[in-house]
C-alpha cells in the first residue's frame, strides 16, 4: 500500500464517516498502517477511547508481538487489491486478549491502495459467528459450483487458489499434483516467500513435508500454530512471518491420490468443524474434476496419438528419401509432443545428429552446441549411447534442479541444460528387429507434458515405423523389394511363448511379385488373457503394404490403451477415418480368457473365426453387424463363445477358403473337412500348414494369413 495525501486522502476517510453510526466496530487505516478513522462501535468494542487509538500504528496498538507478522501479511495482502477475513486476537482495554472476527477491504483512490477498512466483531457470539460460518459455507458452495463446471487445470489452480483461499482466509495457497509416484509438482501458488514457486517446483513425496504427509496418510492435515509447524516440519520454510496455521487437503478419488491443497492463514486460525468438513467436501469435488479434466485430456491425448502416428505413417510410407523425411517427422513432434526433438543415427560406430527440431527455432544451434560440447558419454552408462547399446528406451519422467547439477559436468554445461529447460524426457531406439539404427530423443520444459509409460509406447511405436522407413531405404531400391521388405517388416517375428496356451501361425504369401495385405498379432494381456486378431488389407503392393503397417499398428496401440473389443474396434474406426484410406480393410479381433474359457469376438467384415472342439465338433464364432472399418450408420456386437481347454480357435483371412468361380459355403465346408489336421495331441505348429494346404486355392492368387490358439489344462 502506499501514503494518500491531499484531496485524494480525505475523500475516502471522509466516506468512511458513513460508518458512524453502524452497531459494529469499522476501523480505518491508511497506507502506512495508522489509524485514521474508528466508529463509536469500535471505541466500545475495544474498550479504549477515541483519542488512544487515532494515530497510532494498529500493529503496536492493537495486536501482540508474535501476532505482527500475521498483520504485516494481511496488510501486504491488501495491498494487491485483495480482501481478507478471519479471527485474530486483539487487544481490548486492560491488556485483554481475545479473539475478534476481522475483515478487512482496501480503500482505494483511484490510482492504487493507500488504506484499508477493518470491520471487527466480537467472534464468540453464538449468533454472530452462526451468520459468519453460514456465510462462508455459502462462498465455500460457490466455489464448488465454479469447480464442477471448470474445464482444465489451469482453470482448477486460479479457483483453487484464489476464490477458495479467498473464503477460507488463507493468505498463501497451492495446489499440487503427483507426477509419478515418487514425485510432488507445484502447479499453482498464490502468495508465500520470494521464489518459493520455484524452489518448491518439484519435491519427493517422502520427504517429510505437509503435503507428502497428506498425501500418504490420505487425510486431511491441520497444523494450528507456528509453533505446531516447525516443531513437526523443522526443516519446512514458513509460508511468511509471525503467527501462523494451516490445512492441507488430499486430493483423491477410488483410483488413489492425485495431489493436496494447501491453505495457509495468518495468526491462529480455529476452523469451526462444519467448515473442516466442507472443506474436505470441497477437496474431493476437486479431485473428482481434477480427475476428470485428466480423462478427457487423456481421451484427446490418445486421438492425437492416432493421428500422428497416421500422419508420420504417411510422410513415412510417401518416400525413400529418409533424411528427409525423419526431418518432417521430428516437425510434426514439436511442440504438440515435446518442446524440442533429436534425431541421431548411427554412423561409422557413432551416433551423429540428422536434425533437431524446437519449438524456439533460435534455440536450435543452443541444442546443437550442447549436442557438440558435451556429447552423452559413449560408455553406454546412460543417454542415448545406452539406448544404443541395449535397445531400450530411457525415460525421465521429471528432471529435477539436483538432477541437471548432477549430470553437469561444468557450469557452461549446466547453464546449457537450463535455458534449454529440461523438465522431463524421453530417448527410444531406432530399432528394426536386433539392429538399433540410431535414437530419437525428446525433451519437454516446464509447461509440457510429463513423459509416462504411455508417451513411451507411443515413442516406441514411432520409432520402429521410422526404423523401418530407414531400413527400407538403406536396404532396398526397388519398389518390389521394398513393399516386400515392409510387409514382413510389420509382420511379428515370433509368436509369445506361453506355458498353459499353445499358438501357431501360417503366412502364405500369393504367387506374385509384389507384396499383399494380410496381417496378423497375438499380444498377451493381464490374468492370463490373449488379443488376437487378424485383418486384411485389399489391393497389393506398397500400398496395401503400408496400410496393414498402419493398421497393425493402430491395433497394438489401442490395445496397450483398452484390450476391450469394442473400444479397440471404435479406435480403429477412427485411424481408418483419420488415414482417410483408399483401400478396404476387414479385420476380426478377439480376447481369449483361458481362465473363464472363453473368447470373445467382434467382426469388421472379415470371415468369422472357428472353433474347433477337441471331440472334433466346430462351429462358426458368427456376430450381427460386420460392418466394414470406417463405416458408419451401424453397430457390431461383441460374441462370447466357449473356448474350452485343448479347443482351438482358427482365425484366418479370406484367401484360405475363396476360390475363383467357387461359392463361399464351398471354402467353408472344405475347411471344416480339413479341421481334423488341428485335433490334439497333434501340435498345432505341425496341423496348421497341414490345413492350410489341403484348404487353399492351389493356384495362389490370394495370400493366406492363418492363426490358431489352443489352450492347455493348468497345473
Request: aromatic share 4%; glycine share 10%.
Amino acid at each position: 500500500m502506499r501514503s494518500a495525501g491531499g484531496d485524494a486522502g480525505r475523500g475516502w476517510r471522509e466516506a468512511t464517516r458513513v460508518l458512524d453510526g453502524v452497531m459494529i466496530g469499522a476501523l480505518a487505516v491508511d497506507g502506512g498502517g495508522t489509524l485514521t478513522y474508528c466508529n463509536a462501535a469500535a471505541v466500545a468494542l475495544l474498550g479504549r477511547q477515541r483519542e488512544e487509538l487515532l494515530g497510532r500504528d494498529i500493529r503496536d496498538l492493537l495486536f501482540e508481538e508474535p501476532e505482527h507478522g500475521a498483520v504485516e501479511e494481511v496488510l501486504r495482502h491488501l495491498g494487491t487489491g485483495q480482501a481478507w477475513a478471519g479471527e485474530l486476537p486483539m487487544v481490548r482495554a486492560g491488556g485483554l486478549v481475545e479473539p475478534l472476527a476481522t475483515s478487512w477491504s482496501p480503500l482505494t483512490d483511484g490510482e492504487g491502495v493507500v488504506g484499508a477498512l477493518l470491520i471487527a466483531e466480537e467472534a464468540a457470539g453464538s449468533g454472530a459467528h452462526a451468520r459468519r460460518l453460514a456465510a462462508r459455507l455459502r462462498r465455500l458452495a460457490a466455489v464448488t459450483t465454479e469447480l464442477l463446471v471448470a474445464e482444465t487445470v489451469e482453470a482448477v489452480s486460479a479457483i483453487v487458489t484464489g476464490q477458495l483461499a479467498d473464503t477460507a482466509g488463507a493468505t498463501v495457497s497451492s495446489l499440487s499434483t503427483l507426477v509419478d509416484d515418487e514425485t510432488l509438482a507445484l502447479i499453482a501458488m498464490r502468495g508465500g516467500r520470494h521464489g518459493a514457486a520455484s524452489r518448491w517446483a518439484t519435491y519427493p513425496l517422502a520427504a517429510s513435508t505437509p503435503a507428502g504427509d497428506t498425501i500418504r496418510s490420505g487425510r486431511m492435515l491441520v497444523l494450528r500454530s507456528s509453533a505446531e509447524i516447525a516443531e513437526r516440519y523443522p526443516t519446512v520454510e514458513s509460508a511468511a512471518d509471525g503467527e501462523r496455521s494451516m490445512v492441507c487437503l488430499p486430493l483423491q478419488t477410488t483410483g488413489g491420490p492425485l495431489g493436496v491443497v494447501t491453505l495457509s492463514f495468518p495468526g491462529r486460525r480455529a476452523l469451526d468443524a462444519a467448515e473442516l468438513e466442507f472443506l474436505g467436501i470441497l477437496a474431493d469435488v476437486c479431485a473428482q474434476t481434477l480427475d476428470r479434466i485428466r480423462a478427457v485430456a487423456a481421451a484427446a491425448d490418445r486421438e492425437s496419438k492416432l493421428q500422428f502416428l497416421a500422419d508420420a505413417s504417411e510422410q513415412l510410407s510417401s518416400s525413400l528419401d529418409y533424411r528427409a523425411t525423419l526431418r518432417r517427422v521430428a516437425d510434426l513432434a514439436v511442440p504438440w509432443f515435446a518442446d524440442w526433438c533429436a534425431i541421431q543415427l548411427l554412423q561409422d560406430g557413432e551416433l551423429r545428429t540428422l536434425s533437431i527440431a524446437h519449438e524456439d527455432s533460435s534455440l536450435v544451434q543452443l541444442v546443437e552446441d550442447l549436442q557438440t560440447k558435451y556429447p552423452p558419454p559413449r560408455d553406454g552408462s546412460r543417454g542415448a549411447y545406452k539406448v544404443l547399446a541395449t535397445g531400450e528406451s530411457e525415460l525421465v519422467p521429471e528432471v529435477t534442479d539436483e538432477l541437471l547439477a548432477v549430470a553437469a559436468v561444468d557450469e557452461e554445461h549446466l547453464r546449457l541444460l537450463r535455458t534449454l529447460n529440461f523438465r522431463s524426457g524421453l530417448a527410444v531406439p531406432l530399432k528394426v528387429q536386433d539392429r538399433v539404427l540410431g535414437v530419437i530423443t525428446w525433451v519437454a520444459g516446464d509447461r509440457g507434458r510429463r513423459f509416462g509409460r504411455a508417451d513411451q509406447a507411443f515413442g516406441e511405436d514411432l520409432a520402429r515405423r521410422a526404423a523401418i522407413a530407414i531400413d527400407n531405404s538403406q536396404l532396398h531400391s526397388e519398389l518390389r523389394d521394398v513393399a516386400l521388405k515392409l510387409q514382413h517388416a510389420v509382420l511379428p517375428a515370433g509368436l509369445p511363448k506361453l506355458d498353459d496356451v499353445e499358438l501357431a501361425v501360417c503366412y502364405q504369401p500369393a504367387g506374385r511379385t509384389d507384396a499383399g495385405g494380410d496381417f496378423y498379432d497375438v499380444l498377451p494381456l493381464d490374468e492370463g488373457r490373449l488379443a488376437v486378431f487378424v485383418g486384411d488389407v485389399m489391393g497389393r503392393g506398397v500400398q496395401a503394404a503400408s496400410a496393414m503397417a498402419q493398421m497393425r499398428s493402430a491395433v497394438r496401440t489401442l490395445v496397450a490403451l483398452d484390450p476391450e473389443p469394442a473400444t479397440v474396434m471404435t479406435g480403429l474406426d477412427v485411424v481408418f477415418d483419420k488415414l482417410d484410406m483408399d483401400q478396404l480393410v476387414t479385420v476380426v479381433y478377439a480376447v481369449v480368457d483361458p481362465a473363464r474359457q472363453q473368447v470373445r469376438v467382434i467382426n469388421a467384415g472379415h470371415p468369422a473365426p472357428l472353433v474347433l472342439g477337441a471331440d472334433g465338433s466346430s462351429a462358426e464364432v458368427t456376430t450381427s453387424g460386420t460392418l466394414l472399418l470406417g463405416v458408419g450408420g451401424g453397430r457390431r456386437e461383441v460374441v462370447t463363445a466357449p473356448l474350452r481347454d485343448e479347443d482351438t480357435l482358427l482365425l484366418f483371412t479370406d484367401g484360405l477358403v475363396e476360390r475363383r468361380g467357387e461359392d463361399l459355403e464351398q471354402g467353408s465346408v472344405r475347411l471344416r473337412r480339413a479341421a481334423v489336421e488341428l485335433l490334439p495331441p497333434r501340435a498345432l505348429d505341425e496341423g496348421l500348414p497341414m490345413l492350410v494346404e489341403a484348404v487353399r486355392d492351389p493356384d495362389r492368387d490370394d495370400d493366406v494369413a492363418a492363426l490358431a490358439v489352443r489352450p492347455h489344462r493348468r497345473g
